[in-house]
């Protein structure tokens, strides 16, 4: 894929070199992925401030989920999102999600610091947050494909992934000792600046113009069109089923339940449950950073179907443990193999379809990550019956027979490689 301010890499053979190989000599990635790294950093330090202002104001499971909703969905806005990021530049929409992002968590921070924002100014402040964060994703990761080339997208995508692992591990860190240290409205404002740095690393890509024309259709009916194209593609279908799939189960465990199990299952305190969740962020590094220096491999679907089949394997096994020393290396194994899932998902789902729908394809995939608070209050109500360990195997058993029976209906994905010809 070329672009009108350069050529893009060649694809990249297998090894540690590789693992870079987006990065090396390509500025413009340098770029975009720098700004995605500092981006998702603040996004990461700023949910966890957030968060812990919105129980200390209210003292009330119910209302921090009501801020967390407020700030999760957007995600829903997805299908949207898309259509526009294949509508309008991508980098002048990434500029204005920066901007918005800045400016609006400045004002959460300055409210706060001056002990004037109250709980329902915490939950529009949110909302404000998730439209920067959640509808950029399509055009991030729309962007990439772009800059580097049809060869490069799985190397680009665990990058990325890479980054977002990092910034889980650190964001969080970072933010709740900060919060100890200089106060919440303070450690906001490492956000804002992070936000703004985002913002400057984006500005020298304002005068990149895509080879992909873009459509003049109204933005509705690119919306819509984005639906029809995927009924038309049972590949892309298959890969935004399994989407689905993992965020109605095992991705709300992870997310929400697991000082759940940390606490009644594993008998951890606040530090086992850092512990526990450094493991899985090191594994999920470890994961991305192996895909990345696979290069442009054979067989991509496989390694996405039957990676994703071993990672729920590993949920069940988990949820077997009740050793903290076998949990610790079972979160690790589980954080290797859900980078199959996280890095794979988008790559196969940008390889299978056409560069003038990318971003609409992106864009119904962030709606089916979305459904992810919905499906979290279903799976808290069934383990409330049959207790946390129970509802997990259930999960990973699920999402086992749904890859089986997309193998089974669908066996063209585990052939799939979407490697440019030569």
């Not at 060869?151 to 919060?179: C, E, H, K, W, Y």
Request: net charge positive.
């Amino acid at each position: 894929m070329t672009t009108t301010t350069g050529t893009a890499p060649p694809p990249t053979r297998p090894g540690l070199g590789a693992a870079v190989s987006s990065l090396r000599g390509n500025r413009r990635f340098q770029l975009l992925w720098t700004s995605n790294l500092l981006f998702f950093g603040a996004g990461w330090t700023q949910t966890i401030v957030l968060g812990w202002m919105a129980y200390t104001m209210t003292h009330s499971e119910f209302l921090v989920g009501v801020f967390t909703a407020a700030r999760l969905g957007p995600m829903l806005l997805g299908p949207l999102s898309g259509a526009l990021a294949d509508r309008y530049s991508k980098v002048k929409l990434l500029i204005a999600a920066s901007l918005w992002a800045t400016v609006g968590l400045s004002v959460v921070a300055l409210l706060a610091g001056l002990d004037r924002l109250p709980f329902w100014g915490l939950v529009l402040g949110g909302l404000i947050i998730g439209l920067a964060q959640s509808p950029s994703q399509p055009a991030r990761a729309a962007l990439a494909v772009e800059l580097v080339g049809r060869g490069n997208v799985s190397n680009a995508n665990a990058l990325n992934a890479l980054a977002i692992n990092s910034m889980q591990v650190i964001g969080p860190a970072v933010g709740g000792s900060l919060i100890a240290l200089i106060g919440a409205p303070l450690t906001l404002w490492l956000s804002v600046l992070w936000y703004a740095a985002a913002l400057l690393l984006i500005l020298p890509l304002r005068k990149h113009r895509s080879a992909t024309p873009r459509r003049r259709e109204p933005v509705l009916a690119m919306t819509l069109s984005g639906f029809r194209v995927l009924g038309t593609n049972r590949l892309a279908a298959a890969v935004l089923a399994v989407t689905l799939a993992a965020n109605c189960t095992l991705w709300p465990v992870y997310q929400s339940f697991m000082p759940v199990f940390a606490e009644r299952v594993l008998l951890l305190d606040a530090a086992g449950l850092g512990v526990l969740m450094t493991c899985a962020g090191a594994g999920g590094l470890l994961g991305s950073l192996a895909i990345a220096a696979l290069g442009d491999f054979r067989r991509k679907g496989a390694l996405f179907v039957l990676g994703t089949c071993a990672w729920a394997a590993l949920w069940v096994l988990f949820s077997l443990s009740s050793l903290p020393w076998l949990s610790f290396l079972l979160m690790a194994a589980i954080g290797v193999l859900g980078s199959c899932f996280v890095v794979l998902q988008s790559t196969l789902l940008l390889l299978a379809t056409d560069p003038l729908v990318h971003g609409r394809m992106l864009g119904l995939q962030e709606l089916a990550i979305g459904i992810m608070p919905v499906s979290t209050l279903g799976l808290g109500a069934l383990a409330q019956v049959i207790g946390l360990p129970g509802t997990t195997r259930i999960a990973g058993g699920l999402v086992i027979l749904l890859l089986s029976l997309l193998m089974w209906r669908v066996p063209g994905i585990l052939k799939f490689s979407g490697r440019t010809p030569t």
